[in-house]
């Protein structure tokens, strides 16, 4: 007797009555457009503050941003600016500069997310064709996953942490693990914990995780802010960080302070290619406009958090922790510590969500839309990414996959670049998005592959190759040429935003133009959509409910 949900029938999703596919081999209900009853990023129509009347959209945006700003990454990365050799002054002008910039592509991709409703996996296929968008796709889907195994161990240093501030024994647990394993078994079992503590949030929808973001983006800032009054409490600025000074000179500060702009750059230039996987969510347009100002304030505040309290850290214990969990590591007070750590805890939870768990689930969607929707997307992504990739083999040992990770930008860059040239420039806006649910609709291009795409990453991606290959493996030698992969980021973006301009201006793909765009609600009848609650969703997400059942 065979066990039904072994085969693989019982897996299958069922097409929902709105889906602009023809069948269920190209889309399912989650990578369908946002119908207008689930783009409810903000609980409440308006909230007042001080007598005016402020759209929540802004204000989940602002938690959104502080959230996913206040991570270890970003601290890392302004930390790791001191060790470089620049000094703060050098550092926070570098962080301005990059964040700044961040805005300006994510606030360009976001609002086509506003207006077509699609994810970015199906937004792809209007500029890379239907099969050759699959490249980029995978491509940030693979790198998420990878991400989602290494940030899910840093979890697992905030459980060691805070399981040390109680229980100061934990340090002493013996170890049963062979050393061959890259592991002990006090971490191990901490990584479970974060792992099974993470887990239930991957279940719960996209419309619902919001209210984790706006957690985090409350709680983190101000335990952030606590520890920069105890940095120039213990080590006043004119001691620690307004007394440092710039160890390199000439040349080798310029291409350290560009070194250090493009890593502040890749940190979330990559948002700009998949954000409309979350701002297909948002209840009107408008709600992007404020992105331009909180991207850079949100994220040189939290930068210059790292900055200070890593300066301090310099004084205090004689090295640049960049590592936050380090430096806590050194604390005598346990209550502090475990504080803190905790709240590092729940900046790495949403940030491996948002930024890992639901951008490899909208990719895996979109490869396997027949059986996978963003839910199981996310559970495969905890076992791939969490398990099957094993983090701490790779933070162990392989440096140079590290390096391969880091350099994933030379790929985002042109990606990024060819979505905004293809979207505003080229077709200024006029998009049909029920073709793109067509395998043998108007972007087919040429058997599937726009090749304008194709020969722009192929001209704009090659000449950083050598960079990134000696990031790898250092004892190759390839020249000053390697400096172009120090600043990827900027030249794939730029070099790919002019080529792919220049060959779509020469080559028009006039098949692909439309005289006006043709929208998911010029589609879907306003009677289809309707208002829901949460209760609403998860019925939905279950398969307890159908759109049309909704009400």
Not at 27 to 32: F, G, I, K, P, R
Request: with cysteine; glycine share 6%; proline share 5%.
């Amino acid at each position: 007797m065979t066990i039904s949900w072994l085969k693989l029938s019982a897996w299958e999703l069922e097409l929902e009555n709105t889906a602009f596919a023809t069948d269920n081999r190209w889309s399912n209900h989650d990578m369908d457009p946002t119908p207008l009853h689930f783009r409810t990023w903000s609980s409440w129509s308006y909230v007042r503050d001080g007598g005016q009347l402020l759209d929540s959209s802004n204000v989940f945006q602002v938690s959104y941003w502080f959230s996913d700003a206040s991570n270890i990454a970003v601290w890392e990365v302004a930390s790791s600016m001191l060790a470089i050799g620049l000094s703060w002054r050098q550092a926070l002008p570098a962080i301005v500069v990059a964040y700044s910039i961040t805005a300006v592509p994510i606030l360009l991709t976001g609002t086509i997310g506003t207006r077509l409703r699609v994810p970015f996996s199906v937004l792809s296929r209007s500029s890379f064709g239907f099969w050759f968008s699959y490249f980029p796709v995978v491509t940030r889907g693979i790198i998420a996953m990878s991400w989602f195994g290494i940030q899910t161990y840093n979890g697992s240093e905030c459980i060691y942490q805070m399981l040390k501030a109680i229980w100061p024994s934990v340090a002493n647990v013996p170890n049963h693990i062979p050393a061959s394993s890259n592991t002990t078994s006090v971490g191990m079992m901490c990584y479970l914990l974060y792992w099974l503590l993470q887990f239930p949030f991957m279940l719960l929808s996209p419309q619902q995780i919001r209210y984790l973001f706006m957690a985090k983006g409350v709680i983190v800032p101000f335990a952030w802010l606590a520890m920069v009054v105890w940095a120039f409490i213990k080590v006043p600025p004119s001691v620690g960080l307004f007394s440092q000074h710039a160890s390199v000179q000439g040349s080798d500060l310029s291409w350290a302070w560009l070194t250090a702009l493009n890593s502040a750059l890749s940190l979330y230039c990559g948002y700009a290619v998949n954000i409309a996987d979350f701002t297909r969510y948002a209840t009107h347009e408008r709600a992007q406009y404020s992105q331009a100002i909180i991207i850079p304030v949100a994220f040189t505040l939290c930068s210059f958090a790292g900055l200070a309290v890593t300066s301090a850290g310099i004084v205090l214990y004689g090295s640049a922790l960049w590592d936050p969990l380090q430096l806590i590591n050194q604390w005598d007070n346990r209550a502090a510590a475990f504080f803190a750590s905790f709240a590092f805890l729940l900046t790495t939870i949403g940030t491996n969500i948002s930024a890992n768990a639901l951008v490899a689930a909208n990719d895996l969607t979109v490869c396997f839309p027949k059986y996978i929707n963003i839910r199981r997307g996310q559970v495969i992504c905890a076992l791939i990414g969490g398990w099957a990739f094993c983090p701490w083999e790779v933070l162990a040992k392989a440096s140079g996959f590290l390096s391969f990770l880091s350099g994933y930008t030379i790929f985002i860059g042109p990606f990024v670049g060819i979505m905004i040239v293809d979207y505003w420039l080229i077709h200024k806006g006029k998009i049909d998005v029920p073709a793109m649910y067509q395998v043998d609709g108007r972007y087919r291009y040429t058997y599937g592959v726009n090749w304008r795409a194709l020969a722009t990453l192929v001209i704009c991606i090659a000449p950083a190759m050598p960079g990134l290959i000696h990031s790898i493996k250092p004892s190759i030698n390839v020249g000053g040429i390697h400096n172009l992969f120090a600043i990827g980021w900027i030249f794939g973006f730029w070099s790919a935003f002019i080529v792919y301009y220049v060959l779509s201006t020469l080559f028009p793909a006039r098949g692909t133009y439309v005289e006006k765009a043709v929208l998911p609600d010029d589609v879907i009848p306003p009677s289809a959509s309707c208002d829901s609650t949460d209760e609403d969703v998860e019925k939905l997400d279950k398969g307890h409910a159908t759109p049309e059942t909704v009400s």
